[in-house]
Protein backbone atom coordinates (compact mmCIF):
# COMPACT_ATOMS: atom_id res chain seq x y z
CA UNK A 1 0.00 0.00 0.00
CA UNK A 2 3.00 2.11 0.68
CA UNK A 3 4.19 2.00 -2.66
CA UNK A 4 0.90 2.95 -4.17
CA UNK A 5 0.89 6.13 -1.71
CA UNK A 6 4.57 7.02 -3.08
CA UNK A 7 3.06 6.38 -6.92
CA UNK A 8 0.18 8.84 -6.38
CA UNK A 9 2.27 11.65 -5.01
CA UNK A 10 4.60 11.36 -7.47
CA UNK A 11 2.27 11.43 -10.46
CA UNK A 12 0.39 14.20 -8.52
CA UNK A 13 3.94 15.86 -8.84
CA UNK A 14 4.18 15.67 -12.41
CA UNK A 15 1.10 17.26 -13.25
CA UNK A 16 1.93 20.28 -11.11
CA UNK A 17 5.24 20.96 -12.43
CA UNK A 18 4.08 20.30 -15.79
CA UNK A 19 6.18 16.94 -16.30
CA UNK A 20 3.55 15.97 -18.99
CA UNK A 21 5.25 15.15 -21.95
CA UNK A 22 1.35 14.56 -23.99
CA UNK A 23 2.23 11.29 -24.85
CA UNK A 24 -0.07 8.41 -23.70
CA UNK A 25 1.29 5.98 -21.73
CA UNK A 26 2.20 2.40 -22.97
CA UNK A 27 0.57 -0.66 -21.46
CA UNK A 28 1.60 -2.57 -18.76
CA UNK A 29 3.50 -5.94 -19.74
CA UNK A 30 1.73 -9.30 -19.49
CA UNK A 31 -1.68 -7.40 -19.80
CA UNK A 32 -3.62 -10.69 -20.01
CA UNK A 33 -5.22 -11.50 -23.71
CA UNK A 34 -8.31 -9.73 -24.33
CA UNK A 35 -7.94 -6.76 -21.67
CA UNK A 36 -5.70 -4.34 -24.07
CA UNK A 37 -9.18 -2.55 -25.15
CA UNK A 38 -10.13 -2.07 -21.79
CA UNK A 39 -7.11 -0.63 -20.42
CA UNK A 40 -6.26 1.13 -23.29
CA UNK A 41 -9.88 2.70 -23.17
CA UNK A 42 -9.29 3.49 -19.48
CA UNK A 43 -6.15 5.36 -20.50
CA UNK A 44 -7.76 7.78 -23.29
CA UNK A 45 -10.49 8.03 -20.54
CA UNK A 46 -7.98 9.41 -17.60
CA UNK A 47 -5.62 11.93 -20.41
CA UNK A 48 -9.32 13.51 -21.17
CA UNK A 49 -10.48 13.78 -17.48
CA UNK A 50 -7.17 15.06 -16.45
CA UNK A 51 -3.87 14.11 -17.90
CA UNK A 52 -1.57 12.03 -19.30
CA UNK A 53 0.12 11.79 -16.12
CA UNK A 54 -2.77 11.16 -14.55
CA UNK A 55 -3.32 7.83 -16.82
CA UNK A 56 0.23 7.06 -15.91
CA UNK A 57 -0.84 6.40 -12.53
CA UNK A 58 -3.41 4.35 -13.98
CA UNK A 59 -1.12 1.71 -15.56
CA UNK A 60 1.20 1.56 -12.51
CA UNK A 61 -1.27 0.85 -10.68
CA UNK A 62 -2.35 -2.16 -12.98
CA UNK A 63 1.19 -3.37 -12.77
CA UNK A 64 0.47 -4.47 -9.62
CA UNK A 65 -2.11 -7.22 -10.98
CA UNK A 66 -0.55 -8.10 -14.75
CA UNK A 67 0.78 -11.09 -14.72
CA UNK A 68 0.06 -11.70 -11.33
CA UNK A 69 -0.65 -15.24 -10.45
CA UNK A 70 -4.44 -15.46 -9.54
CA UNK A 71 -5.33 -12.49 -11.99
CA UNK A 72 -6.92 -14.13 -14.98
CA UNK A 73 -8.12 -11.97 -17.71
CA UNK A 74 -11.67 -11.99 -16.59
CA UNK A 75 -10.48 -10.14 -13.16
CA UNK A 76 -7.98 -7.92 -14.52
CA UNK A 77 -10.37 -6.77 -17.04
CA UNK A 78 -13.08 -6.01 -14.03
CA UNK A 79 -9.62 -4.10 -12.22
CA UNK A 80 -8.91 -1.61 -15.43
CA UNK A 81 -12.45 -0.83 -15.96
CA UNK A 82 -13.71 -0.46 -12.61
CA UNK A 83 -10.43 1.77 -11.44
CA UNK A 84 -10.37 3.73 -14.38
CA UNK A 85 -14.31 4.49 -13.56
CA UNK A 86 -13.39 5.29 -10.30
CA UNK A 87 -10.50 7.11 -10.75
CA UNK A 88 -12.68 10.06 -12.99
CA UNK A 89 -15.07 10.03 -10.40
CA UNK A 90 -18.32 12.40 -11.09
CA UNK A 91 -17.56 16.26 -9.77
CA UNK A 92 -18.79 19.38 -10.88
CA UNK A 93 -15.63 19.90 -12.85
CA UNK A 94 -16.36 16.19 -14.82
CA UNK A 95 -20.09 17.39 -15.05
CA UNK A 96 -18.79 20.56 -17.20
CA UNK A 97 -16.13 18.67 -19.04
CA UNK A 98 -18.87 16.35 -20.51
CA UNK A 99 -21.22 18.88 -21.33
CA UNK A 100 -18.91 21.34 -23.15
CA UNK A 101 -18.00 18.01 -25.42
CA UNK A 102 -21.44 17.19 -26.38
CA UNK A 103 -21.36 13.57 -24.00
CA UNK A 104 -24.14 14.89 -21.98
CA UNK A 105 -26.10 17.16 -24.05
CA UNK A 106 -28.95 19.60 -23.39
CA UNK A 107 -29.09 21.81 -20.05
CA UNK A 108 -29.72 20.01 -16.77
CA UNK A 109 -29.76 20.56 -13.00
CA UNK A 110 -27.51 18.34 -10.53
CA UNK A 111 -28.66 18.43 -7.17
CA UNK A 112 -25.13 18.65 -5.07
CA UNK A 113 -24.26 19.14 -1.11
CA UNK A 114 -22.71 22.21 -0.42
CA UNK A 115 -19.69 20.28 1.44
CA UNK A 116 -19.51 18.20 -2.19
CA UNK A 117 -19.23 21.90 -4.49
CA UNK A 118 -16.61 22.97 -1.99
CA UNK A 119 -14.53 20.20 -1.76
CA UNK A 120 -14.19 20.09 -5.55
CA UNK A 121 -11.75 23.45 -4.80
CA UNK A 122 -7.84 23.21 -3.57
CA UNK A 123 -7.57 21.67 0.33
CA UNK A 124 -5.71 24.87 1.02
CA UNK A 125 -9.00 26.94 0.15
CA UNK A 126 -12.18 24.16 1.12
CA UNK A 127 -11.22 22.63 4.62
CA UNK A 128 -11.37 26.02 6.59
CA UNK A 129 -14.94 26.63 4.16
CA UNK A 130 -16.05 23.29 5.10
CA UNK A 131 -15.16 23.53 8.50
CA UNK A 132 -17.24 26.73 9.18
CA UNK A 133 -20.53 25.43 7.25
CA UNK A 134 -20.00 22.16 9.52
CA UNK A 135 -20.13 24.30 12.80
CA UNK A 136 -23.57 26.34 11.25
CA UNK A 137 -24.78 22.76 10.24
CA UNK A 138 -24.94 23.91 6.38
CA UNK A 139 -22.73 21.52 5.04
CA UNK A 140 -25.13 18.91 4.26
CA UNK A 141 -27.49 21.78 2.27
CA UNK A 142 -28.27 20.73 -0.95
CA UNK A 143 -27.60 22.99 -3.97
CA UNK A 144 -28.65 23.01 -7.66
CA UNK A 145 -26.46 23.76 -10.16
CA UNK A 146 -27.61 23.85 -14.11
CA UNK A 147 -25.57 22.78 -16.70
CA UNK A 148 -25.66 24.00 -20.07
CA UNK A 149 -24.06 24.85 -23.30
CA UNK A 150 -27.00 26.74 -24.67
CA UNK A 151 -25.91 30.12 -25.39
CA UNK A 152 -22.60 32.43 -24.71
CA UNK A 153 -22.72 32.42 -21.13
CA UNK A 154 -23.62 29.15 -20.42
CA UNK A 155 -20.48 28.07 -23.01
CA UNK A 156 -18.35 30.23 -20.96
CA UNK A 157 -19.41 29.50 -17.31
CA UNK A 158 -18.77 25.62 -18.46
CA UNK A 159 -15.68 26.92 -19.99
CA UNK A 160 -14.56 28.10 -16.05
CA UNK A 161 -15.90 25.38 -14.65
CA UNK A 162 -13.76 22.30 -16.91
CA UNK A 163 -10.72 24.90 -16.52
CA UNK A 164 -10.42 23.72 -12.47
CA UNK A 165 -9.56 20.79 -13.58
CA UNK A 166 -5.98 21.68 -13.24
CA UNK A 167 -6.86 22.20 -9.33
CA UNK A 168 -8.32 18.97 -9.19
CA UNK A 169 -5.70 16.85 -7.54
CA UNK A 170 -5.28 19.19 -4.61
CA UNK A 171 -8.94 18.95 -3.63
CA UNK A 172 -10.41 17.13 -1.05
CA UNK A 173 -12.09 14.81 -3.10
CA UNK A 174 -9.09 13.57 -4.48
CA UNK A 175 -7.10 13.38 -1.63
CA UNK A 176 -10.20 11.10 0.22
CA UNK A 177 -10.77 9.37 -3.69
CA UNK A 178 -6.89 8.44 -3.95
CA UNK A 179 -6.95 6.94 0.23
CA UNK A 180 -10.22 4.94 -1.29
CA UNK A 181 -8.49 3.69 -4.51
CA UNK A 182 -5.18 2.54 -2.55
CA UNK A 183 -7.59 0.57 -0.35
CA UNK A 184 -9.28 -0.72 -2.45
CA UNK A 185 -6.30 -2.10 -4.12
CA UNK A 186 -4.97 -3.18 -0.76
CA UNK A 187 -7.80 -5.22 -0.40
CA UNK A 188 -7.91 -7.19 -3.59
CA UNK A 189 -4.08 -7.43 -2.93
CA UNK A 190 -4.62 -9.69 0.67
CA UNK A 191 -7.51 -11.70 -0.79
CA UNK A 192 -5.38 -12.56 -3.52
CA UNK A 193 -2.61 -13.71 -0.92
CA UNK A 194 -5.67 -15.27 1.79
CA UNK A 195 -8.67 -15.85 0.07
CA UNK A 196 -8.27 -15.80 -3.92
CA UNK A 197 -11.95 -17.33 -4.67
CA UNK A 198 -12.90 -14.12 -3.23
CA UNK A 199 -10.51 -11.46 -4.82
CA UNK A 200 -12.73 -11.35 -7.93
CA UNK A 201 -15.57 -10.30 -5.12
CA UNK A 202 -13.45 -7.87 -3.48
CA UNK A 203 -13.44 -6.21 -7.31
CA UNK A 204 -16.56 -5.71 -8.12
CA UNK A 205 -17.04 -4.17 -4.81
CA UNK A 206 -16.04 -0.89 -6.53
CA UNK A 207 -19.18 -0.82 -8.48
CA UNK A 208 -21.22 0.27 -4.95
CA UNK A 209 -19.52 3.77 -5.41
CA UNK A 210 -21.17 5.11 -8.21
CA UNK A 211 -22.58 9.11 -9.26
CA UNK A 212 -22.59 12.24 -6.74
CA UNK A 213 -24.28 13.50 -3.76
CA UNK A 214 -26.76 11.12 -1.52
CA UNK A 215 -25.82 8.15 -3.90
CA UNK A 216 -22.47 8.52 -3.62
CA UNK A 217 -22.23 8.81 0.00
CA UNK A 218 -24.67 6.43 0.41
CA UNK A 219 -22.66 3.47 -1.95
CA UNK A 220 -19.12 4.44 0.16
CA UNK A 221 -20.69 4.32 3.66
CA UNK A 222 -22.06 0.71 2.23
CA UNK A 223 -18.58 -0.42 1.13
CA UNK A 224 -17.17 0.41 4.22
CA UNK A 225 -19.46 -0.96 5.90
CA UNK A 226 -19.17 -4.26 4.19
CA UNK A 227 -15.09 -3.93 3.73
CA UNK A 228 -14.72 -3.07 7.67
CA UNK A 229 -17.64 -6.01 8.95
CA UNK A 230 -16.29 -8.83 6.83
CA UNK A 231 -13.18 -8.31 4.54
CA UNK A 232 -10.84 -6.92 6.82
CA UNK A 233 -11.53 -9.12 9.68
CA UNK A 234 -11.50 -11.78 7.45
CA UNK A 235 -8.11 -11.35 6.67
CA UNK A 236 -6.92 -10.02 9.98
CA UNK A 237 -7.67 -13.50 11.05
CA UNK A 238 -10.18 -12.35 13.60
CA UNK A 239 -13.17 -13.98 11.49
CA UNK A 240 -13.27 -17.27 11.11
CA UNK A 241 -15.47 -16.68 7.48
CA UNK A 242 -14.80 -19.36 5.10
CA UNK A 243 -16.61 -18.38 2.12
CA UNK A 244 -16.49 -14.62 1.91
CA UNK A 245 -17.15 -14.42 -1.57
CA UNK A 246 -21.03 -15.39 -1.01
CA UNK A 247 -20.55 -13.05 2.51
CA UNK A 248 -19.89 -10.07 0.17
CA UNK A 249 -22.90 -11.18 -1.86
CA UNK A 250 -25.23 -11.91 0.66
CA UNK A 251 -24.04 -8.18 2.32
CA UNK A 252 -24.73 -6.23 -1.02
CA UNK A 253 -28.28 -8.10 -1.16
CA UNK A 254 -29.07 -6.32 1.68
CA UNK A 255 -27.71 -2.89 0.46
CA UNK A 256 -30.61 -0.50 0.42
CA UNK A 257 -30.88 3.76 0.06
CA UNK A 258 -31.30 3.75 3.98
CA UNK A 259 -28.34 6.26 5.88
CA UNK A 260 -28.91 4.28 8.99
CA UNK A 261 -28.09 0.83 7.08
CA UNK A 262 -30.31 -1.10 9.31
CA UNK A 263 -30.68 -3.74 6.77
CA UNK A 264 -26.93 -4.10 5.88
CA UNK A 265 -25.77 -4.00 9.36
CA UNK A 266 -28.08 -6.57 10.86
CA UNK A 267 -27.12 -9.13 7.45
CA UNK A 268 -23.64 -8.15 8.58
CA UNK A 269 -23.78 -9.33 12.54
CA UNK A 270 -25.76 -12.45 10.92
CA UNK A 271 -23.07 -13.42 8.29
CA UNK A 272 -20.65 -13.01 11.61
CA UNK A 273 -22.47 -14.72 14.29
CA UNK A 274 -23.07 -17.67 11.75
CA UNK A 275 -18.96 -17.42 11.12
CA UNK A 276 -18.17 -17.30 15.08
CA UNK A 277 -20.51 -19.87 16.10
CA UNK A 278 -19.83 -22.43 12.89
CA UNK A 279 -16.42 -22.78 14.81
CA UNK A 280 -17.48 -22.85 18.48
CA UNK A 281 -17.88 -27.03 18.08
CA UNK A 282 -13.82 -27.16 17.37
CA UNK A 283 -13.34 -24.76 19.52
CA UNK A 284 -15.05 -26.67 22.50
CA UNK A 285 -14.28 -30.13 21.02
CA UNK A 286 -10.22 -28.95 21.59
Known sequence: MEDGVLSSLHYLFADIIGDDDDVAPGLPDDVP????AIVSAGIDRLI??????????????LRRFAGRPGVDAAMFGEIAQLMAMRMSYEDPIRIAQL????????????KFRIDELIGALPAVIAEPVIDLLDRLNWAHAPVSIRYSAAGRWGIRRLKIEAGLKRWRLF???????????????????????KQPAAALAVVQTAAMIQGYGHVYRQGLADWHAIIDGLVKPTFDGVLPLTDLA???????????????QIALKHRIAEIRARAQSATEPANTAA
Do not use: C, F, N
Open 99 to 110: KLTGRQPGGDRR
Open 171 to 193: SVRYARERVWVERWLHMIDRSLA
Open 33 to 36: DGTA
Open 246 to 260: GAIAEARGAVQSDRR
Open 48 to 61: DYQSTSYAQLYVER
